[in-house]
Nanobody, 124 residues
Framework: VQLQASGGGLVQAGGSLRLSCAAS????????VGWFRQAPGKEREFVAA????????YYADSVKGRFAISRDSAKNTVYLQMNSLKPEDTAVYYC??????????????????WGQGTQVTVSS
């Protein structure tokens, strides 16, 4: 499985961006999908995820109510809609997929496939 992330950019605080992650094959019936981010000098952290068949969505407390994960099954694409962006959201965002159990859905180690990352910069 290959994942291609896109949609990052520079936006002012309070603005919105939608990230896309296109998969090379059908993944939603086989894998959980997630978004992670990594800011300079920090460890990669969980942002959002959906279980296999999009059975349930999960968010980090820092983005809950502002970000939303969704999918287009026909396009094998998962999205991350990001609203009310803050400077602390600045990071490289990665999409991922894998046979992750729900109790570990926020752990990066369970995801086997990763996109290349897309930079999101939020100016104050």
């Amino acid at each position: 499985v290959q994942l291609q992330a896109s949609g990052g950019g520079l936006v002012q605080a309070g603005g919105s961006l939608r990230l896309s992650c296109a998969a090379s094959e059908r993944i939603f019936s086989r894998y959980a999908v997630g978004w992670f981010r990594q800011a300079p000098g920090k460890e990669r952290e969980f942002v959002a995820a959906a279980g296999r068949n999009f059975a349930g969505t999960y968010y980090a407390d820092s983005v809950k109510g502002r970000f939303a994960i969704s999918r287009d099954s026909a396009k094998n694409t998962v999205y991350l809609q990001m609203n009310s962006l803050k400077p602390e959201d600045t990071a490289v965002y990665y999409c991922a997929a894998g046979p992750v159990i729900l109790s570990a859905i926020s752990a990066a180690t369970g995801y086997h496939y990763w996109g290349q990352g897309t930079q999101v910069t939020v100016s104050s």
